[in-house]
């Protein structure tokens, strides 16, 4: 008996221990992970040196840069953050912060940092949590969504989603070819009341989360937390979502942006006719260029909406002719623009223009600032299938433009003007379009504070908006009275720039690209087929004719001349 009790107690207290065990396990497991006060006070000094300047001391976005920005810096001490593997409304894992930092935004300000260690980008993850409370409850550690493997896109699965991107109201917001024109789109605001716009999911190289398969499929499982991207875990089956993913991957592909440094200006044997719109530039190899704000004179433009132009070109026996295409969220074609338009230095430091925030929505000061109380971490998640009329976005005070610039004169060297609309020494002939008028301007440019009109009647154009997309078409003689002239076979500095009204762009606040190159193609571009095989024709006939040369001279020397001796004649037998 003795013994046996002895073995009871010992399974007892066996038992006890694992079943302490176990709840140690557990109650580590659910701890919040912030790090240790070493890995924090590492990722603070961090934090001041590279962070502080848009995000602020305090983590509240209002670092010195942040007027500047758009979108704005996130507002770490709310706690809520766009790219997650949580639920919507959640916190972000530890690995979510990471990732961000180490790959950056594309297509704003936040950079990626493949400068940093694996340890400081760790260290620098756990101090962003300190901004936040909600990090140090244990009650909010973040739980992943389940992710599933993607499966193989098929056909069946992109029409599905097409189906899908119409029926959960989508379009609303990304519009029908995903261009980010949707009816609802002018009237979007953040949780802080910022004005923000909806991605054109028609160019996956600007998402900020990533462009794969897999990102896309995340996001929509997870929303965009403090903006108006909903989740929709709960609202579709992974099937459903995977299917909409396909539909996206479908309006872009999987490649990026495939920036280009030259336009090829093809010649066509019909005279070109603007009525004949775009068909005409059927057989013109298209060529994307990136803008970037203008940044370095007054009245500066950051962020400026459009990302990138796609130029073609063509000419016949008389004419040139351009057409420029650009992503765009709406068409203002009432209004003005124009090139010299002034710009108060103030309004650098206010954001973009956006509809007013909805009936209860914290006001705004003129420098973007929100009044706003902060909101609880956990909200609950929008309806996405909810049937709401979007207000009507107000008018703009100006117009969208676009312009093309090149130099008056064929540069003698490598030397080309001021890119921003020329300089003293070098003048540019501006090609202006204000989209609100029928037909584009000449100017000459000697800087952006000397821009005269020039307008000698030679150009010509037409402009059209469909579905989220401006086309612009400049034609112009070959050699106009004004201007340098295009010449078969030679190359041209061309650069472009875009305006868009709706934040309040003119002047010199607007998009831009560098100068780049355009090259007229001769009208009969020889194939590279025929040198080739009269090249190596050529190169053979010289090789036989030295093999024959040598054999020839040397050919008949008696053998003792190279060193050798002159070979004997075998005996022979009678």
Same mark, same amino acid.
């Given at each position: 008996m003795t013994s046996r009790r002895i073995g009871v107690r010992a399974c007892l207290a066996v038992l006890i221990a694992c079943w302490c065990?176990?709840?140690?396990?557990?109650?580590?497991?659910?701890?919040?992970?912030?790090?240790?006060?070493?890995?924090?006070?590492?990722?603070?000094?961090?934090?001041?040196?590279?962070?502080?300047?848009?995000?602020?001391?305090?983590g509240d976005g209002e670092g010195y840069a942040a007027p500047h920005l758009r979108p704005r810096p996130r507002n770490f001490t709310m706690g809520k953050f766009k790219i997650r593997t949580t639920p919507n409304g959640a916190l972000p894992a530890h690995q979510d912060l990471v990732n961000i930092i180490r790959r950056g935004m594309p297509y704003t300000s936040m950079p990626a940092w493949p400068g940093f260690s694996d340890?400081? *980008?760790? %260290?620098?993850?756990?101090?962003?949590?300190?901004?936040?409370?909600?990090? $140090?409850? &244990?009650e909010n550690a973040p739980k992943p969504v389940p992710l599933p493997s993607a499966p193989k896109t098929t056909k069946e699965s992109i029409e599905l989603g097409k189906k899908l991107f119409v029926d959960t109201g989508c379009v609303k917001c990304h519009g029908t070819l995903g261009r980010g024109d949707g009816p609802s789109a002018p009237t979007l605001v953040d949780d802080w009341g910022h004005p923000i716009r909806p991605a054109d999911i028609s160019q996956s190289w600007t998402f900020r989360g990533g462009s794969s398969r897999e990102d896309l499929f995340r996001t929509l499982s997870t929303g965009l937390n403090g903006t108006p991207m909903p989740s929709f875990l709960d609202a579709l089956t992974p099937e459903q979502r995977w299917a909409i993913t396909d539909f996206i991957v479908s309006?872009?592909?999987?490649?990026?942006?495939?920036?280009?440094?030259?336009?090829?200006?093809?010649? *066509?044997? %019909?005279?070109?006719?603007?009525?004949?719109?775009?068909?005409?530039?059927? $057989?013109? &190899?298209?060529?994307?260029?990136p803008i970037v704000g203008q940044i370095?004179?007054?009245?500066?433009?950051?962020?400026?909406?459009?990302?990138?132009?796609?130029?073609?070109?063509?000419?016949?026996?008389?004419?040139?002719?351009?057409?420029?295409?650009?992503?765009?969220?709406s068409a203002e074609k009432a209004g003005k623009n124009g090139p010299s338009l002034p710009v108060p230095r103030e309004e650098e430091e206010e954001p973009a223009t956006g509809a007013p925030a909805p009936a209860g929505a914290p006001a705004q000061n003129p420098f973007g600032e929100a009044a706003v109380?902060?909101?609880?971490?956990?909200?609950?998640?929008?309806?996405p299938f909810a049937e709401e009329a979007a207000p009507a976005a107000p008018p703009s005070e100006f117009s969208d433009a676009v312009a093309i610039q090149i130099p008056s004169q064929v540069p003698a060297g490598a030397r080309k003007p001021y890119f921003i609309f020329g300089?003293?020494?070098?003048?540019?002939?501006?090609?202006?379009?204000?989209?609100?008028?029928?037909?584009?301007?000449?100017?000459?440019?000697r800087g952006s504070g000397d821009i005269a009109p020039n307008d000698t009647g030679d150009l010509t154009g037409i402009a059209s908006y469909d579905q989220g997309e401006w086309s612009a078409i400049f034609k112009r003689p070959l050699r106009a009275s004004s201007g340098a002239p295009f010449s078969p076979g030679e190359f041209l500095p061309?650069?472009?720039?875009?305006?868009?009204?709706?934040?309040r762009e003119r002047g010199n606040r607007r998009g831009l690209t560098l100068w780049y190159f355009l090259y007229?193609?001769?009208?009969?571009?020889?194939?590279?087929?025929?040198?080739?095989?009269?090249?190596?024709l050529l190169i053979l006939a010289i090789e036989l004719a030295v093999i024959g040369l040598v054999r020839w001279r040397y050919g008949s020397r008696p053998r003792k001349e190279f060193g050798g001796e002159p070979r004997q004649p075998a005996p022979t037998r009678a």
């Open positions: 065990a176990a709840l140690m396990v557990s109650a580590r497991a659910a701890a919040p992970d912030v790090g240790t006060d070493a890995q924090r006070e590492s990722g603070k000094k961090l934090y001041l040196k590279n962070c502080s300047q848009c995000h602020g001391d305090k340890q400081e *980008v760790s %260290d620098l993850a756990y101090f962003i949590t300190t901004f936040s409370p909600d990090f $140090s409850n &244990p309006l872009s592909g999987s490649s990026g942006p495939s920036y280009s440094n030259l336009v090829v200006v093809r010649h *066509v044997e %019909d005279p070109i006719d603007l009525a004949k719109g775009t068909a005409s530039f059927a $057989s013109a &190899p298209p060529a994307r260029f370095t004179e007054p009245t500066r433009e950051f962020h400026p909406p459009a990302t990138s132009v796609t130029v073609q070109a063509i000419y016949d026996a008389e004419s040139v002719a351009f057409l420029v295409r650009w992503h765009d969220m109380a902060p909101a609880p971490t956990r909200q609950p998640a929008a309806n300089d003293g020494q070098n003048s540019v002939d501006l090609w202006f379009f204000d989209l609100a008028r029928p037909a584009p301007l000449q100017f000459t440019g061309i650069a472009f720039s875009v305006w868009d009204g709706f934040s007229v193609e001769p009208e009969v571009v020889p194939s590279a087929a025929g040198p080739m095989v009269k090249t190596a």
